[in-house]
């Protein structure tokens, strides 16, 4: 059974940094890909990072580009979002989520390119 918990979020002011972590679990994620999204009240789930399992290349949505780093530790089946310089903007639950087959790089920013979902992470930004 496929697992997916993230863990880190919480409540911080403009300009601080946190550090979301997404543990999974069930299945062998090499070589598929992993990616953030995140889901502001009143607005549609919308993609943050992305990061193929095997070669590790990153994909990032323009509003965090040069903000959020994503990145992975494959012994330790894991995929984290450090996130910098947060902004109001960036409040939202953000959701770990995972496929478990290869995919073009241009579906990588789609809900529907994935298979499993987390449950969530609340991130508070205040001005």
């Known amino acids: 059974q496929v697992q997916l918990v993230e863990s880190g979020g919480g409540s911080v002011q403009a300009g601080g940094s946190l550090r979301l972590s997404c543990a999974a679990s069930?299945?062998?994620?090499?070589?598929?890909?992993m990616a953030w999204f995140r889901q502001a009240p009143g607005k549609d789930r919308e993609f943050v990072a992305a990061?193929?399992?095997?070669?590790?290349?990153?994909y990032y949505a323009d509003s965090v580009k040069g903000r959020f780093t994503i990145s992975r530790d494959n012994a330790k089946n894991t995929v984290d979002l450090q996130m910098n310089s947060l902004k109001p903007e960036d409040t939202a639950v953000y959701y770990c989520?995972?496929?478990?087959?290869?995919?073009?790089?241009?579906?990588?920013?789609?809900?529907?390119?994935?298979?499993?979902w987390g449950q969530g992470t609340q991130v508070t930004v205040s001005s």
């Open positions: 989520a995972a496929r478990l087959s290869g995919v073009v790089v241009a579906r990588l920013s789609l809900n529907s390119t994935y298979n499993y």
């Open positions: 069930g299945r062998t994620f090499s070589p598929y890909p």
């Open positions: 990061i193929t399992w095997s070669v590790s290349r990153s």
